[in-house]
């Protein structure tokens, strides 16, 4: 890994950190409102795949050894793991990834396949976060939640907020990547 990519995911890193500090709604539910997803799409669609995703695993295992950057209490720590929401963090890595490697780097994307990708990611944070929860509670926890109530808790609140956090990563990722292309072709980049 060069070392712009590895600055680049550690930028990113921080970018997850204050997303989900900055916002941390919820209180009580079982999955807490943040801006994550919009900084996993960005990290996917910007930094590529590999960069994107491990800009996503340094935010995790910033967390995981104990630093509070994760948007619910206890907010860090290795015993997060044990969070029935932690499957999500996960997803995050796997999200970035996808994003990213659905779009070509370098290259100037058209709208409707940053957001083709983007939904791939969202798709992919969803098959890991809500398997994990439901696994958590019914075996870890020994609550009885069905799959249509995990559905109930963990998707339908969130989805509509996640499209549109999805939304503005994409006009985000499709400025900066003109920008980009911009600059390449002055030679700038």
Same mark, same amino acid.
């Given at each position: 890994?060069?070392?712009?990519?590895?600055?680049?995911?550690?930028?990113?890193?921080?970018?997850?950190? /204050?997303?989900?500090?900055?916002?941390?709604?919820?209180?009580?539910?079982?999955?807490?409102?943040?801006?994550?997803?919009?900084?996993?799409?960005?990290?996917?669609?910007?930094?590529?795949?590999?960069?994107?995703?491990?800009?996503?695993?340094?935010?995790?295992?910033?967390?995981?050894?104990?630093?509070?950057?994760?948007?619910?209490?206890? &907010?860090?720590?290795?015993?997060?793991?044990?969070?029935?929401?932690?499957?999500?963090?996960?997803? &995050?890595?796997?999200?970035?990834?996808?994003?990213?490697?659905?779009?070509?780097?370098?290259?100037?994307?058209?709208?409707?396949?940053?957001?083709?990708?983007?939904?791939?990611?969202?798709?992919?944070?969803?098959?890991?976060?809500?398997?994990?929860?439901?696994?958590?509670?019914?075996?870890?926890?020994?609550?009885?939640?069905?799959?249509?109530?995990?559905?109930?808790?963990?998707?339908?609140?969130?989805?509509?907020?996640?499209?549109?956090?999805?939304?503005?990563?994409? /006009?985000?990722?499709?400025? /900066?990547?003109?920008?980009?292309?911009?600059?390449?072709?002055?030679?700038?980049?």
């Amino acid at each position: 890994m060069k070392t712009r990519d590895m600055v680049l995911a550690a930028l990113f890193a921080a970018l997850a950190c /204050v997303a989900a500090i900055i916002v941390r709604f919820g209180g009580a539910a079982m999955v807490p409102f943040s801006l994550l997803p919009l900084v996993v799409f960005l990290a996917g669609s910007l930094l590529g795949a590999r960069t994107g995703a491990m800009s996503m695993v340094v935010y995790i295992l910033l967390g995981l050894t104990g630093l509070p950057v994760f948007a619910a209490a206890p &907010f860090g720590g290795f015993t997060y793991v044990l969070k029935p929401t932690f499957g999500f963090l996960l997803g &995050f890595a796997g999200g970035a990834y996808i994003t990213g490697a659905m779009l070509r780097q370098n290259a100037q994307q058209s709208f409707l396949r940053i957001i083709l990708a983007m939904l791939a990611g969202l798709v992919v944070i969803y098959l890991v976060g809500l398997p994990y929860l439901y696994a958590m509670v019914n075996f870890y926890l020994g609550k009885a939640m069905p799959p249509a109530q995990v559905i109930k808790v963990a998707f339908i609140p969130y989805i509509g907020f996640d499209l549109i956090k999805l939304g503005i990563a994409a /006009v985000i990722a499709k400025g /900066v990547g003109n920008r980009l292309a911009s600059a390449r072709k002055e030679g700038g980049l």
